[in-house]
């Protein structure tokens, strides 16, 4: 039915089928625009609600489940051999997308009065596109697996003027923040509807360059993809600490990840940034004088210590893309020098390292990075030598570590909190005055709240992570929750919660260099997604634990402290006694090829990822049908957590008080004089 002519295509007199396989829009894999109305854009509104009807059993399905067993709508549609069909659907769905452009002039509140079909179609063609690319193939057991051949022929994408479509169509979707921080501070504010597909957007995004080579390429390869990480880092920071957006965070620091793992990424991230005073205020930096690899450190950081400890999950993730960069940036600021040895300071702290078994894996991945830095690029950072060795202290004293002395020193950071007389001496450090009790709460490495990294005060210096109260001068983000439209829902729309599937992430796997990947085993088995980017199963690198039964132990302690990387940096340390870095790289320092930190696709992971896209679905639908007569509205979805939004207050669209109950009382007046009119007609009738 998307393709019957006369219902969703135009009728063409001199073909004989009622069938044509036409794309609806030029864009890939068509150049002549079709004709069209509006009643046939209606039509194919309709028919792509009913496909994701019928594919919505996703919704009732517990997420572990889901990827295993699949959806039988879902797997005939993507596993349709019919070249011409898949190539109609795809590019049809895709030219839709992309080809709207959400800037063009409107009446001012506009949306206020009428819905837009063209952006509901737009939506549905988005979702639907993603439904079926996301989607694993079961594997029945028998013969070999079968092909999503929606995610194959967008893998085999590789005109350079398909690409480009891709990304200004992206960008164009992905840049509406800027449009909306205009029209709240216009003066007509909320005057402009915001679209609300843009994570739908960076999901397409990251499929695309995870299923095709040539297009990862493409963005990495040019300048294009700086715009995409600074897209991509204004909705990480915008929602970092917003509960119900936490899935969006975690998948823009994998898309990040992704891009991470090429060379040319890297190497692309030491162009000076220029223009930073355009830029939202949520991810501007204030007085900054550095390179892309500059802002996306300083972002990361940004993200880890101003999360309040609700990213716990996906550290390692964001560790990951620094160890993936580190062999290849230079000149690094001393701003970001800074904050990388902050990172180093926190991690390495008693009361971090003796809150649970795996955290020592972070600090060993952050170790990592900055051993990565001085055997690649020691003459081209001088000013990260110099924060290495002006912080000889903390390093010497991590390779002396005990259990004896970490619970000491935190004990004695505990009594410095409690003692008036010494607290008051370090009340400008805005380490010192922590956030929620934290210390308190770290006193013990026995607690029944392991500290998360948020939790982690700082020893001696000036840095604490999760520290509400930092003012210092170098903050780098000045951070001002962007104002927010205000929504026409009804005040008790339901919303779906974004971490319902608690930190089901992509697994990382342990830095390999190119040529110890070159060795692993043929055919060892890995859970991988066709077409997917390639992962290889190495030992996986656990996430923060959350379990509250561990207890250090002298004999733990020994089993993983040993074998931290600190050779590197404690040579550079015995090198010289000052704070001024050899001219060159001691010969005792051998360097070890790039490691590369990639992400392998668990069942749990899939289940998080299909929960995160049909809880925009879901959402989106509350919004399109006003949370009355959704399709979903009321029904016992398993897949992600649904919860009730609190009323919100008066706004410029929906007043309160005498002029909300004038226009109530006027509203009801029509309709009943819309009654008796019907009534009197009907009755004339009869």
């Given at each position: 039915?998307?393709?019957?002519?006369?219902?969703?295509?135009?009728?063409?007199?001199?073909?004989?089928?009622?069938?044509?396989?036409?794309?609806?829009?030029?864009?890939?894999?068509?150049?002549?625009?079709?004709?069209?109305?509006k009643?046939?854009?209606?039509?194919?509104?309709?028919?792509?609600?009913?496909?994701?009807?019928?594919?919505?059993?996703?919704?009732?399905?517990?997420?572990?489940?889901?990827?295993?067993?699949?959806?039988?709508?879902?797997?005939y549609?993507?596993?349709?051999?019919?070249?011409?069909?898949?190539?109609?659907?795809?590019?049809?769905?895709?030219?839709?997308?992309?080809?709207?452009?959400?800037?063009?002039?409107?009446?001012?509140?506009?949306?206020?009065?009428?819905?837009?079909?063209?952006?509901?179609?737009?939506?549905?063609?988005?979702?639907?596109?993603?439904?079926?690319?996301?989607?694993?193939?079961?594997?029945?057991?028998?013969?070999?697996?079968?092909?999503?051949?929606?995610?194959?022929?967008?893998?085999?994408?590789?005109?350079?003027?398909?690409?480009?479509?891709?990304?200004?169509?992206?960008?164009?979707?992905?840049?509406?923040p800027?449009?909306?921080?205009?029209?709240?501070?216009?003066?007509?504010?909320?005057?402009?509807?915001?679209?609300?597909?843009?994570?739908?957007?960076?999901?397409?995004?990251?499929?695309?360059?995870?299923?095709?080579?040539?297009?990862?390429?493409?963005?990495?390869?040019?300048?294009?993809?700086?715009?995409?990480?600074?897209?991509?880092?204004?909705?990480?920071?915008?929602?970092?600490?917003?509960?119900?957006?936490?899935?969006?965070?975690?998948?823009?620091?994998?898309?990040?990840?992704?891009?991470?793992?090429?060379?040319?990424?890297?190497?692309?991230?030491?162009?000076?940034?220029?223009?930073?005073?355009?830029?939202?205020?949520?991810?501007?930096?204030?007085?900054?004088?550095?390179?892309?690899?500059?802002?996306?450190?300083?972002?990361?950081?940004?993200?880890?210590?101003?999360?309040?400890?609700?990213?716990?999950?996906?550290?390692?993730?964001?560790?990951?893309?620094?160890?993936?960069?580190?062999?290849?940036?230079?000149?690094?600021?001393?701003?970001?020098?800074?904050?990388?040895?902050?990172?180093f300071?926190?991690?390495?702290?008693?009361?971090?390292?003796?809150?649970?078994?795996?955290?020592?894996?972070?600090?060993?991945?952050?170790?990592?990075?900055?051993?990565?830095?001085?055997?690649?690029?020691?003459?081209?950072?001088?000013?990260?030598?110099?924060?290495?060795?002006?912080?000889?202290?903390?390093?010497?004293?991590?390779?002396?570590?005990?259990?004896?002395?970490?619970?000491?020193?935190?004990e004695?950071l505990?009594?410095?909190?409690?003692?008036?007389?010494?607290?008051?001496?370090?009340?400008?450090?805005?380490?010192?005055?922590?956030?929620?009790?934290?210390?308190?709460?770290?006193?013990?490495?026995?607690?029944?709240?392991?500290?998360?990294?948020?939790?982690?005060?700082?020893?001696?210096?000036?840095?604490?992570?999760g520290?509400?109260?930092?003012?210092?001068?170098?903050?780098?983000h000045?951070?001002?929750?962007?104002?927010?439209?205000?929504?026409?829902?009804?005040?008790?729309?339901?919303?779906?919660?974004?971490?319902?599937?608690?930190?089901?992430?992509?697994?990382?796997?342990?830095?390999?260099?190119?040529?110890?990947?070159?060795?692993?085993?043929?055919?060892?088995?890995?859970?991988?997604?066709?077409?997917?980017?390639?992962?290889?199963?190495?030992?996986?690198?656990?996430?923060?634990?959350?379990?509250?039964?561990?207890?250090?132990?002298?004999?733990?302690?020994?089993?993983?402290?040993?074998?931290?990387?600190?050779?590197?940096?404690?040579?550079?340390?015995?090198?010289?006694?000052?704070?001024?870095?050899?001219?060159?790289?001691?010969?005792?320092i051998?360097?070890?090829?790039?490691?590369?930190?990639?992400?392998?696709?668990?069942?749990?992971s899939?289940?998080?990822?299909?929960?995160?896209?049909?809880?925009?679905?879901?959402?989106?639908?509350?919004?399109?049908?006003?949370?009355?007569?959704?399709v979903?509205?009321?029904?016992?979805?398993?897949?992600?957590?649904?919860?009730?939004?609190?009323?919100?207050?008066?706004?410029?669209?929906k007043?309160?008080?005498?002029?909300?109950?004038?226009?109530?009382?006027?509203?009801?007046?029509?309709?009943?004089?819309n009654?008796?009119?019907?009534?009197?007609?009907?009755?004339?009738?009869?």
């Open positions: 039915m998307l393709f019957f002519a006369g219902f969703t295509l135009p009728i063409n007199e001199r073909s004989k089928s009622k069938v044509t396989y036409s794309i609806w829009q030029s864009g890939v894999g068509c150049n002549t625009p079709m004709s069209s109305s009643e046939l854009e209606s039509n194919r509104t309709e028919i792509l609600r009913l496909l994701l009807t019928f594919s919505s059993k996703s919704m009732y399905m517990p997420a572990h489940i889901l990827p295993v067993k699949g959806v039988k709508a879902i797997t549609i993507a596993t349709c051999p019919d070249k011409q069909v898949v190539l109609s659907m795809l590019c049809s769905m895709l030219n839709t997308t992309l080809k709207f452009n959400p800037a063009s002039w409107r009446v001012p509140y506009d949306h206020v009065v009428f819905k837009d079909p063209k952006q509901i179609l737009v939506a549905y063609c988005l979702q639907f596109l993603l439904v079926l690319l996301l989607y694993p193939i079961p594997e029945e057991g028998r013969g070999p697996p079968s092909k999503n051949y929606f995610r194959h022929f967008l893998g085999r994408l590789h005109r350079p003027q398909d690409f480009q479509f891709l990304v200004d169509g992206m960008t164009r979707i992905l840049h509406q800027n449009l909306k921080l205009q029209a709240t501070t216009s003066y007509l504010p909320g005057s402009q509807k915001s679209l609300k597909w843009a994570p739908e957007m960076i999901m397409l995004f990251w499929e695309t360059i995870q299923c095709n080579k040539r297009f990862r390429s493409f963005i990495v390869d040019t300048d294009r993809g700086h715009d995409f990480i600074v897209l991509i880092l204004f909705y990480a920071l915008e929602y970092r600490t917003d509960l119900t957006k936490q899935g969006i965070v975690r998948m823009c620091v994998f898309v990040l990840q992704t891009l991470s793992t090429e060379e040319n990424f890297g190497t692309g991230l030491n162009k000076k940034f220029e223009g930073q005073d355009s830029l939202p205020v949520t991810i501007r930096i204030e007085n900054f004088n550095g390179t892309y690899a500059d802002f996306l450190i300083s972002s990361i950081h940004t993200l880890i210590t101003g999360s309040k400890g609700k990213l716990d999950a996906i550290y390692p993730a964001l560790l990951a893309i620094i160890n993936n960069i580190a062999a290849y940036v230079e000149n690094l600021s001393a701003m970001t020098c800074t904050r990388i040895l902050q990172l300071a926190s991690m390495s702290s008693p009361s971090f390292l003796l809150a649970n078994e795996t955290n020592h894996l972070l600090l060993t991945s952050l170790l990592e990075s900055i051993n990565a830095i001085i055997e690649h690029q020691y003459s081209t950072n001088p000013k990260f030598l110099y924060a290495i060795l002006k912080t000889r202290k903390r390093f010497e004293a991590l390779r002396s570590f005990t259990l004896e002395s970490g619970q000491e020193e935190m004695r505990s009594l410095l909190q409690k003692e008036p007389s010494e607290s008051s001496e370090h009340i400008s450090s805005p380490a010192r005055s922590t956030r929620n009790g934290s210390v308190e709460s770290l006193r013990s490495p026995l607690s029944a709240r392991p500290p998360s990294l948020s939790d982690v005060p700082e020893e001696g210096g000036a840095f604490a992570i520290d509400d109260d930092d003012d210092s001068e170098d903050d780098d000045n951070f001002q929750a962007t104002p927010s439209q205000s929504s026409p829902s009804a005040h008790n729309s339901r919303a779906p919660s974004m971490d319902s599937v608690d930190d089901a992430v992509p697994m990382q796997l342990r830095g390999m260099s190119e040529k110890a990947r070159g060795k692993m085993p043929v055919g060892q088995t890995s859970f991988s997604r066709v077409n997917s980017m390639s992962s290889i199963s190495s030992h996986i690198a656990a996430v923060v634990s959350t379990s509250s039964g561990f207890t250090p132990s002298a004999q733990w302690i020994d089993s993983w402290l040993p074998s931290l990387p600190l050779h590197t940096i404690l040579t550079l340390l015995s090198s010289t006694e000052t704070t001024t870095p050899p001219k060159t790289i001691p010969p005792q051998d360097p070890f090829p790039p490691r590369i930190q990639l992400f392998e696709w668990s069942p749990l899939l289940g998080w990822y299909e929960s995160l896209l049909w809880s925009f679905i879901f959402a989106s639908e509350m919004v399109v049908q006003k949370g009355t007569v959704g979903w509205n009321g029904t016992g979805i398993k897949l992600f957590k649904v919860e009730k939004e609190a009323a919100k207050g008066p706004s410029l669209m007043p309160m008080g005498a002029v909300d109950a004038v226009g109530s009382n006027l509203v009801s007046r029509i309709g009943s004089l009654l008796r009119a019907a009534s009197g007609t009907q009755g004339a009738g009869s």
